[in-house]
């Protein structure tokens, strides 16, 4: 019998591919009820503003028609809520239920290396549902190619950066009702506070410097830069924003969970 | 002698005020299996989990692990990789079936997946599972499980198998087959650490046990020795009390050590003719069991028969 040699255990990046693999796999398990709603999300959205909300707002808003802005909004927000659900009820599910994280552990990989590797994993989440956004308001002439090409990567950045967050709240929560607050506390209140529904600079004075620190918001310039090919300096900004989130919140996040996962 | 593959010297462990394992010195022999037994909260899955890196020891103590030439604070990949471990719980991916389950730590492992499905193959065969290759988990019963958690530490070729609790609640037949498996490895020259309830998985199995009681070492030896070294080879075991407590306060007893709980009372001796006297002396035919005394007899006389708090 071949036995292990203990110098050959995997690379770093082997590691963290394992993890992905890990979720990719148990993900595309059910491919039809995981994969289809990312696509039938954006319809549902096109025939309400398009046949409802859409009639009653005529001036166009940002520079562009009402539907193409909520539109080019929806990409970004997308990938928030999926890694949101994904790296807070999805993780605790796995840390505390099923126990698959102990298993996990005791295959050659790091606490690090397992939570780096949920993070990109709900980026890559948040790529995928953004690219699904991208082929339906595509499909209607909403937004223009090739521009609207590089919104995933805002999708996968946004993953990656509610990834973060959402495990740093999920290493506070001590029963999976708790994340109610997040989601309503925190989660929904973006989602109208971002810029994607109407723009933040017609926000009172005082409540605009909120919205610049909500992460999301960041994210909502991004993509309506690419979607409108109008690239501007302060694009940079927002850019070593979500860098800097990503590192700091990820940095606790995985603090904290260490306490949780290795006694 | 073979070698000591894994060295533990003065090891201690708390959560908060609690002091799971105290001061615990130990080490295994390459290709042999250790056994550590001892009441719920005894401490042997918290020794378990800091030799894989899933706890850490107490720095303020000083103690030192050398688990295969590492020490699982500063090379816990290099164990996690070298190692196998079954966990008490059965954390399989319940979405997925069961060879996907295997691919996916495979993958862990990073075998090339052609090694990795001739591996996975020969694993479901030696677990006698080869049938149920593509069954959904929730499709498995608690053995079958449990044989497919065995399968999955044993992908990387473990030198080190660590199993925690293998057959708890298991039916005789796998729990039989899962020693015949281990047994099996063992002469492949896995080291195997074992944690169990049961005495006689114990005996059947472990080269060496530790008996463990309060995070602290009881004792240790072969299950040979600690029979012999510690208690007498026959029990005489009386279940109606009262009437034999009358007797032994009036008998000549200084060759027999009696033990007394509300229900039975034991005369322990090593010589069986004494026992048959005593009984002979007081007691009707029927109402009382002369037995040689097991492993399970020095557990309890180690750990005592009252429940603690982490019972």
Known sequence: MTTSNPFKYPPLHRRLYGVWYRHMRVYTKNLLSNGFPPFLEPLIFLVGVGLGLGKYISEPMGGVRYIEFLGAGLLVTTAMFTSAFECSFGTYIRLEFEKVYDAMLAAPMTVNNLIVGEMIWAGSKGLFFSLAVLCILSAFRIILLPYGLLAPLVGFLTGVMFAALSLLVTSFVKTINHFNFYFTGFISPIFFFSGVVFPVANLPGFIRPLAEMVPLTHSVRLVRAICTNDYKPILLFDLLYIAVFIMVVGFFAIKRLKKRLVN | ?311
């Open chain 2, 1 to 311: 002698m073979a070698k000591a593959v894994i060295t533990v010297r003065n090891i201690s462990k708390s959560f908060g005020r609690i002091q799971a394992v105290r001061d615990l010195s130990f080490s295994v022999e390459s290709g042999s299996c250790f056994g550590f037994l001892g009441p719920n909260g005894a401490g042997k899955t918290t020794v378990m989990k800091m030799i894989y890196g899933k706890c850490t020891r107490d720095e303020s103590c000083g103690g030192q692990m050398d688990i295969f030439g590492y020490d699982p604070a500063k090379n816990e990949l290099a164990i996690k990789y070298l190692s196998g471990v079954v966990q008490q719980e059965n954390n399989l991916d319940d979405e997925l079936n069961v060879i996907q389950n295997l691919m996916i730590y495979s993958r862990f492992y990073n075998t090339p997946v052609k090694a990795a499905k001739e591996r996975i193959e020969y694993l479901l065969d030696f677990l006698e599972l080869s049938e149920k290759a593509d069954s959904k988990i929730k499709e498995l019963s608690g053995g079958m499980k449990r044989r497919l958690v065995i399968a999955r530490a044993l992908l990387n070729f473990p030198r080190l198998l660590i199993l925690d609790e293998p057959t708890t609640g298991l039916d005789p037949q796998v729990r039989h087959l899962i020693w015949e498996k281990i047994r099996q490895l063992q002469k492949q020259e896995t080291t195997v650490l074992l944690t169990t309830h049961y005495m006689e998985e114990a005996f059947q199995l472990c080269d060496r046990l530790l008996i463990m009681h309060k995070g602290q070492k009881v004792m240790e030896g072969t299950p040979e020795d600690l029979l012999e070294e510690n208690i007498e080879k026959y029990v005489l075991e009386v279940l109606d009390a009262d009437p034999v407590r009358q007797v032994h306060q009036d008998t000549p007893l200084n060759r027999v050590r009696v033990d007394h709980t509300a229900d039975v009372t034991r005369y322990y001796a090593n010589d069986m003719d004494v026992l048959k006297q005593l009984a002979a002396s007081f007691l009707k035919a029927g109402n009382y069991l002369i037995r040689q005394t097991n492993l399970e007899d020095v557990f309890l006389k180690a750990t005592g028969r009252r429940l603690n708090d982490n019972q």
